[in-house]
Nanobody, 125 residues
Framework: QVHLVESGGGSVQAGGSLRLSCAVSGNTYNWNLMGWFRQAPGKEREGVAVMYTGGAITYYTDSVKGRFTISRDKSKDTVYLQMNSLKPEDTGIYYC??????????????????WGQGTQVTVSS
């Protein structure tokens, strides 16, 4: 079992920055992918960024490339999402998620085994 707890959300103006944290507890080795998803009001939950075990492989959805960075601090069992140059369209609830399957499309939410409760990010223009 893996437990995920997000923090770091808040309200910022466009152009600002936030760093989200996802604290991992429980069986902290029982995952191969750690992803960040977001869900805007009235929209489907979408994959934003993913990190494969070891941290060397990361992917981002096109809309956040160059602005968001996913990283990991092994000593703290925490995964981060640094978000810079935020835009109003980045508004939503952000979730971290973990899965044990190494292969398969990282964007598909149904493939993830564990989810956090989410943290709200609001970007005003």
């Amino acid at each position: 079992q893996v437990h995920l707890v997000e923090s770091g959300g808040g309200s910022v103006q466009a152009g600002g920055s936030l760093r989200l944290s996802c604290a991992v507890s429980g069986n902290t080795y029982n995952w191969n992918l750690m992803g960040w998803f977001r869900q805007a009001p009235g929209k489907e939950r979408e994959g934003v960024a993913v990190m494969y075990t070891g941290g060397a492989i990361t992917y981002y959805t096109d809309s956040v490339k160059g602005r968001f960075t996913i990283s990991r601090d092994k000593s703290k069992d925490t995964v981060y999402l640094q978000m810079n140059s935020l835009k109003p369209e980045d508004t939503g609830i952000y979730y971290c998620a973990a899965r044990s399957a190494f292969t398969g499309n990282w964007r598909i939410r149904e493939t993830y085994d564990y989810w956090g409760q989410g943290t709200q990010v609001t970007v005003s223009s």
